[in-house]
Protein backbone atom coordinates (compact mmCIF):
# COMPACT_ATOMS: atom_id res chain seq x y z
CA UNK A 1 0.00 0.00 0.00
CA UNK A 2 0.79 3.28 -0.39
CA UNK A 3 2.50 5.12 2.83
CA UNK A 4 0.22 8.18 2.04
CA UNK A 5 -3.58 5.63 1.96
CA UNK A 6 -1.98 3.79 5.07
CA UNK A 7 -1.65 6.97 7.23
CA UNK A 8 -5.10 8.67 5.72
CA UNK A 9 -3.05 11.30 4.98
CA UNK A 10 -4.58 13.16 1.65
CA UNK A 11 -1.24 13.92 -0.73
CA UNK A 12 -1.42 17.76 -1.21
CA UNK A 13 -0.03 18.94 -4.77
CA UNK A 14 3.41 20.90 -4.69
CA UNK A 15 2.57 23.57 -7.03
CA UNK A 16 5.63 25.00 -9.12
CA UNK A 17 7.05 28.41 -7.89
CA UNK A 18 5.65 31.47 -9.67
CA UNK A 19 8.51 34.09 -10.75
CA UNK A 20 7.57 37.34 -8.95
CA UNK A 21 5.84 39.50 -11.80
CA UNK A 22 7.10 42.39 -13.37
CA UNK A 23 4.48 44.55 -12.25
CA UNK A 24 5.64 43.53 -8.27
CA UNK A 25 9.33 44.38 -9.25
CA UNK A 26 8.48 48.11 -10.81
CA UNK A 27 6.75 48.19 -7.63
CA UNK A 28 9.76 47.25 -5.06
CA UNK A 29 11.94 49.64 -7.21
CA UNK A 30 9.51 52.63 -6.79
CA UNK A 31 9.00 52.47 -3.31
CA UNK A 32 12.71 52.34 -2.66
CA UNK A 33 13.04 55.06 -4.88
CA UNK A 34 10.95 56.94 -2.32
CA UNK A 35 12.45 55.62 0.41
CA UNK A 36 15.73 56.95 -1.07
CA UNK A 37 14.34 60.37 -2.12
CA UNK A 38 12.77 61.03 1.30
CA UNK A 39 15.44 59.88 3.42
CA UNK A 40 17.41 62.16 1.92
CA UNK A 41 15.13 65.34 2.44
CA UNK A 42 15.01 63.92 5.98
CA UNK A 43 18.60 64.25 6.33
CA UNK A 44 18.94 67.32 4.66
CA UNK A 45 16.69 69.20 6.36
CA UNK A 46 17.04 67.33 9.75
CA UNK A 47 13.24 66.58 10.06
CA UNK A 48 11.99 69.95 9.04
CA UNK A 49 10.49 71.41 6.18
CA UNK A 50 11.11 75.43 5.24
CA UNK A 51 10.39 77.53 2.76
CA UNK A 52 12.21 80.31 0.43
CA UNK A 53 11.19 83.52 0.47
CA UNK A 54 9.63 83.05 -2.77
CA UNK A 55 7.37 79.87 -1.24
CA UNK A 56 5.65 82.47 1.15
CA UNK A 57 2.69 84.15 0.64
CA UNK A 58 2.79 87.56 -0.41
CA UNK A 59 0.02 89.02 2.32
CA UNK A 60 2.81 91.62 3.23
CA UNK A 61 3.88 94.63 1.49
CA UNK A 62 7.90 95.07 0.68
CA UNK A 63 7.94 98.84 1.53
CA UNK A 64 7.43 98.23 5.27
CA UNK A 65 10.09 97.62 7.46
CA UNK A 66 10.23 93.95 9.13
CA UNK A 67 10.29 95.02 12.42
CA UNK A 68 9.99 98.60 14.23
CA UNK A 69 13.77 99.77 15.18
CA UNK A 70 13.86 99.98 19.34
CA UNK A 71 15.20 103.43 19.00
CA UNK A 72 18.27 102.76 21.38
CA UNK A 73 20.79 103.95 18.91
CA UNK A 74 20.05 107.32 18.66
CA UNK A 75 23.34 108.44 16.33
CA UNK A 76 26.48 107.10 14.46
CA UNK A 77 29.90 109.46 13.66
CA UNK A 78 32.99 108.28 12.42
CA UNK A 79 36.41 109.44 14.04
CA UNK A 80 39.83 109.55 14.03
CA UNK A 81 40.19 109.41 17.34
CA UNK A 82 38.52 109.07 20.86
CA UNK A 83 38.99 111.12 24.41
CA UNK A 84 39.27 109.27 27.43
CA UNK A 85 35.49 108.51 28.15
CA UNK A 86 35.53 107.39 24.23
CA UNK A 87 33.76 110.32 22.94
CA UNK A 88 34.84 111.20 19.60
CA UNK A 89 37.49 113.80 19.58
CA UNK A 90 37.83 114.37 16.19
CA UNK A 91 34.40 113.48 13.52
CA UNK A 92 35.01 113.26 9.93
CA UNK A 93 33.79 111.42 7.13
CA UNK A 94 37.04 111.47 4.81
CA UNK A 95 40.41 109.37 5.92
CA UNK A 96 43.83 108.61 4.38
CA UNK A 97 44.94 105.22 3.68
CA UNK A 98 47.52 105.72 6.47
CA UNK A 99 45.07 106.50 9.32
CA UNK A 100 46.05 103.93 11.74
CA UNK A 101 42.18 104.28 13.40
CA UNK A 102 38.70 104.85 11.94
CA UNK A 103 35.88 104.67 14.94
CA UNK A 104 32.75 104.01 14.87
CA UNK A 105 30.97 106.11 17.37
CA UNK A 106 27.10 104.79 18.24
CA UNK A 107 25.26 106.89 20.43
CA UNK A 108 22.87 104.72 22.56
CA UNK A 109 19.95 105.66 24.68
CA UNK A 110 20.16 103.32 27.81
CA UNK A 111 20.89 100.38 26.08
CA UNK A 112 19.88 97.15 28.62
CA UNK A 113 22.56 94.89 30.10
CA UNK A 114 22.77 92.29 27.68
CA UNK A 115 22.29 94.33 24.69
CA UNK A 116 23.67 93.24 21.47
CA UNK A 117 24.82 95.99 19.22
CA UNK A 118 25.82 95.21 15.61
CA UNK A 119 27.14 96.69 12.03
CA UNK A 120 27.77 95.18 8.80
CA UNK A 121 30.30 97.37 6.86
CA UNK A 122 30.18 97.12 2.90
CA UNK A 123 33.02 98.60 0.83
CA UNK A 124 31.53 99.88 -2.73
CA UNK A 125 28.66 98.54 -1.75
CA UNK A 126 30.40 95.09 -1.77
CA UNK A 127 30.08 93.27 1.97
CA UNK A 128 33.57 93.78 4.07
CA UNK A 129 32.93 92.80 7.44
CA UNK A 130 30.32 92.55 10.87
CA UNK A 131 30.78 93.34 14.00
CA UNK A 132 29.21 92.46 18.01
CA UNK A 133 29.36 93.92 20.86
CA UNK A 134 27.00 92.86 24.32
CA UNK A 135 26.45 96.16 26.29
CA UNK A 136 27.77 95.00 29.91
CA UNK A 137 27.13 98.12 32.22
CA UNK A 138 24.10 100.21 32.57
CA UNK A 139 23.38 103.65 31.60
CA UNK A 140 25.80 103.92 28.46
CA UNK A 141 25.67 107.34 26.40
CA UNK A 142 27.65 105.72 23.59
CA UNK A 143 29.93 102.42 22.43
CA UNK A 144 32.08 102.36 19.51
CA UNK A 145 33.78 99.99 16.77
CA UNK A 146 37.54 100.53 15.77
CA UNK A 147 39.22 99.68 12.59
CA UNK A 148 42.92 99.57 12.43
CA UNK A 149 45.44 99.02 10.95
CA UNK A 150 47.66 95.97 11.40
CA UNK A 151 51.20 97.23 10.86
CA UNK A 152 52.54 100.45 10.06
CA UNK A 153 53.04 99.94 6.08
CA UNK A 154 49.32 98.61 5.20
CA UNK A 155 46.93 100.80 4.07
CA UNK A 156 43.53 100.88 3.63
CA UNK A 157 41.32 99.82 0.06
CA UNK A 158 40.36 103.74 -1.65
CA UNK A 159 36.50 103.75 -2.05
CA UNK A 160 32.98 104.78 -0.29
CA UNK A 161 32.36 102.59 3.16
CA UNK A 162 28.75 101.88 4.48
CA UNK A 163 28.43 100.90 7.79
CA UNK A 164 24.63 99.71 9.03
CA UNK A 165 24.11 99.58 12.58
CA UNK A 166 21.53 96.95 14.35
CA UNK A 167 20.02 96.29 18.01
CA UNK A 168 19.32 93.12 18.54
CA UNK A 169 19.34 91.96 14.63
CA UNK A 170 16.84 95.05 14.46
CA UNK A 171 18.23 97.49 11.77
CA UNK A 172 18.41 100.98 13.50
CA UNK A 173 20.72 103.60 11.51
CA UNK A 174 23.19 103.64 8.35
CA UNK A 175 26.18 105.91 7.94
CA UNK A 176 28.80 106.43 5.08
CA UNK A 177 32.56 107.45 5.30
CA UNK A 178 35.28 107.60 2.28
CA UNK A 179 38.83 106.53 2.40
CA UNK A 180 41.01 108.66 -0.34
Known amino acids: MDEAKQNNVQPQPVMPQEAPSKTLWYLLGALAVVLIIAGAVFWKGQGSIS ?3 SQQSKTATSTLPRSKAPGIVTGLS ?3 ALDAKGNPITTATTFAVTDKNIYLVV ?3 KPVVGTKIEYIRYLNGK ?3 NGTLKITKPNLTHVSFVWSLKTITAKRPVG ?3 VKVYTNGIFEKETSYSVR
Do not use: E, G, I
Request: proline share 7%; no cysteine; aromatic share 14%.
Open 51 to 53: QTP
Open 78 to 80: TAV
Open 107 to 109: AVN
Open 127 to 129: YLD
Open 160 to 162: VYS
